[in-house]
Structure formats: structure tokens, C-alpha cells
């Protein structure tokens, strides 16, 4: 959020202000998702908007399967399913605006 405000780029941003309709495959119903930031950057071809989704590095892969299967593991793939319905809505919503999606990682971040 710093970087945000100290970028003299980013023209305006918000966090969780948009919602985002849906289908999650856990339970096949329609959920709403809060995109973490929604950002307008001034770039050399005019003013771009972003959607902009923060998540650890490991939630962002899909899970390795295991030779037993645990309950953290179910945890993990049903995570992922949902993370899955979340995004792909996110990059339909963006495509129908000409705006951009993007995952954010602790490698974007500098974080390790």
C-alpha cells in the first residue's frame, strides 16, 4: 500500500472496493469476490487499470498430489478450486473492461 501511495504513477487505488460475481466449485454457488486492489496507473500509452490479487507463492500452484491424502491436502485442492473460479472471473471482468489482472506473489514483492 505504500508503494501505492509513493508511486507517482498510480494515479488512484483502492482495496476489496469491487466485487466480482462468482461460481464457486465447491458448493457450484455463486459467491462474490473482493479483489484485493483495483489500481489506475498512468503509463506511456495513456491510463491503464489493474485488478490486483495478492496471495503466497504456494497458493498460486496448484497442489502436489499426494500418495495419502490428508486433510490438509483436501484443504489445499479445495483452495485452489476456489482460487481458480475467483481468478478466472477476474480476467473475464477485465477482459470485457481492457483492463489487466495480475497475481502478486512475495517474489513480486521482494520477499522471501
Not at 34 to 59: A, C, N, R, S
Not at 86 to 109: P, S
Amino acid at each position: 500500500m505504500k508503494y501505492l501511495d509513493d508511486n507517482p504513477a498510480i494515479l488512484e487505488w483502492g482495496s476489496e472496493e469491487l466485487v466480482i460475481p462468482y461460481v464457486c466449485p465447491t458448493d457450484n454457488r455463486v459467491h462474490r469476490y473482493f479483489p484485493d486492489f483495483i489500481v489506475k496507473v498512468k503509463t506511456k500509452d495513456g491510463i491503464q487499470t489493474m485488478i490486483l490479487e495478492v496471495k503466497p507463492k504456494k497458493e498460486t500452484r496448484e497442489p502436489v498430489k499426494k500418495k495419502k491424502v490428508t486433510k490438509q491436502y483436501i484443504t489445499e485442492v479445495m483452495t485452489w478450486g476456489k482460487n481458480q473460479a475467483k481468478w478466472k472471473a477476474a480476467q473475464e471482468y477485465c477482459l470485457d473492461r481492457g483492463w489487466t489482472f495480475k497475481l502478486i506473489t512475495e517474489d513480486h514483492l521482494g520477499i522471501k
